[in-house]
């Protein structure tokens, strides 16, 4: 059987099976609330609504929470993260990110400030903060992960205005 060499869709440039799989397989924990914005991000992708939940902060679960992630993952084609900044905190921390999606064929954005909390050594998403699109400039690295500059990969997909 062929070993899995494609990339993680958490641009951290390994491969799946030594990055986020770990994670979601409950191999490995998060070190840290940027790692977890990572590992959600891929669990999003490969439709992983366990893990999703899992990692929601316990006073925030909600019956019906994998059934709305599942609705969401249904109809999303995901297309890369871009952490923005990290405001690591030994209890509470912030990460604040952009995720890129097709929708109805033009790129959209969520760009949100997320708060997450250590529980027993676990980072969990607590709740996030929308904040406005963020300009893709044509020279900067593609938000997909693939080493190209934006205007040689994705810009040829118009980009919707509104965030999610």
Known sequence: MAKITYKCPCTSGKIYPDCCELVHKGKTDTPDAEYTVRAR??????????????????????????????????????????????????????????????????????????KFVLIEGKWFYFDGEELPPLKLERNELCFCGSGKKFKKCHETLPAKIEAM
Request: charged share 25%.
């Open 41 to 114: 991000y891929t669990a999003y992708c490969y439709g992983n609504i366990g893990y999703l939940v899992d990692t929601m902060h316990p006073r925030k679960r909600r019956i019906g929470d994998s059934f709305s992630l599942s609705k969401l993952i249904k109809k999303t084609r995901w297309l890369g993260l871009k952490i923005v900044c990290h405001d690591a905190g030994d209890e509470v921390s912030y990460v604040d990110f952009v995720a890129y999606r097709l929708e109805n064929g033009l790129i959209a954005q969520q760009h949100e400030r997320s």
